[in-house]
């Protein structure tokens, strides 16, 4: 049984909505593509424009809606909870903040992947969607921690001269 129960999300290119509320309960990644919004957090407030990522902190009270000339912004998102969520979350992987998204396009085409996944609902897509989820999240807390690009690790794996032997982080090092 997956420890991950995904609840909804979807793709909205000309995302009107203003939202206004304490998420608990669940979590949910967030993904702007492009347009402009303004984001609050409690007291921080942030305008955002282009290429973002945000999570829902449990308890913390979130207000965005658009702020271009247009009115409208291009949002993806799901909404997830279980045991595997909270543990992401204690770990760090789930976002905060909003953050600058890495590679906007291959973003976009996971979250894709990850919806159409999750709209599936076979059991191996679920199972595919959670794999897709977490590959989002650390793609973004790598991002945020500075950590080694998929580039950099492939190099080393190369420079060490067999890609098809797991090597030990200490040997890649």
Request: glycine share 10%; hydrophobic share 35%; proline share 6%.
């Amino acid at each position: 049984m997956l420890d991950l129960c995904f609840h909804h999300g979807g793709h909205f290119p000309h995302c009107q909505t203003h939202v206004d509320r304490r998420f608990s309960g669940y979590y949910t990644l967030q993904f702007m593509a492009a347009g402009a919004l303004m984001y609050e957090r409690d007291d921080h407030r942030l305008h955002l424009e282009g290429a973002w990522c945000w999570g829902t902190p449990h308890g913390a009270r979130l207000r965005y809606r658009p702020s271009g000339s247009d009115g409208q912004w291009d949002h993806r998102y799901i909404a997830f909870s279980g045991p595997l969520a909270d543990r992401w979350a204690a770990d760090g992987l789930i976002p905060t903040e909003p953050q600058p998204t890495p590679d906007p396009k291959g973003f976009a085409q996971g979250t894709d992947r990850l919806i159409m996944l999750f709209q599936r609902g076979g059991i191996w897509d679920r199972q595919l969607a959670a794999n897709q989820l977490e590959r989002l999240l650390m793609e973004l807390h790598a991002a945020r921690s500075g950590a080694i690009r998929d580039d950099a690790l492939s190099a080393a794996i190369s420079a060490a001269g067999d890609p098809q032997r797991r090597y030990s982080l200490d040997e890649l090092a």
